[in-house]
Every structure is written in C-alpha cells, then in structure tokens.
C-alpha cells in the first residue's frame, strides 16, 4: 500500500467514524482541529494521530474513548483487517498501520 492510500484510508475512517455526531459536528471538529494544528488537510492525520486523540478527548472528554474506537473499528475495516476489540488507542493503530505499510513496500 502507498502512503498516500493509507493517508486518504486513515481520512476516511476519521471521517465514517465521527459520522455518529452528525454532520455539522464532525465538520466543526475537523476543521477545527485543522486550524489548531495548520493542517491543510485532514489525511495529514497520519504524522498526528497523537495530536488528534488528544484533541478528541479535550472536546470529548471521556465520550472520546467511544469515537476513537469507532475510528480504529473503521480503519481496520476500510483496510480489510480483522478487527479485534483490543485496547489500542488511534495513535496505537496509526502507528501499526503504518508499520505495515512500511514493510510491505
């Protein structure tokens, strides 16, 4: 997989995964978050995955943890791995993710 599927992937779990707040508030919390972070995009996720769960939880607070694993279960999913309810925060799985993108290239 190329970098850049995985960034536009990691973009869209983010975005199918805050899809239970609604539109309105998933789109003020991304750019939102983009402006905090002079994102231009929100595949740039990738090199801030820490940043951002850290985000979702001062907005959150622990409603966070709920939204996060939404994320994780759809990035497992858009990349048709077996997802396993395990305790691994988004950073966690970014970093995996990323991992296996590097040794399959």
Known sequence: MEYSTLRRVVKNSIEEGLSVIGDGPKNAIITHFLKRYRL?????????????????KLVFGAGAMYLLKAIVKKLFE????DYIPVEMSFSEAVSEVR???KTVS
């Open 99 to 101: 991992k296996m993108v």
């Open 40 to 56: 231009r995009s929100l595949e740039d996720v990738v090199g801030y995955s820490k940043e951002f769960e850290e985000f979702l």
């Open 78 to 81: 858009n990349l048709d791995l």
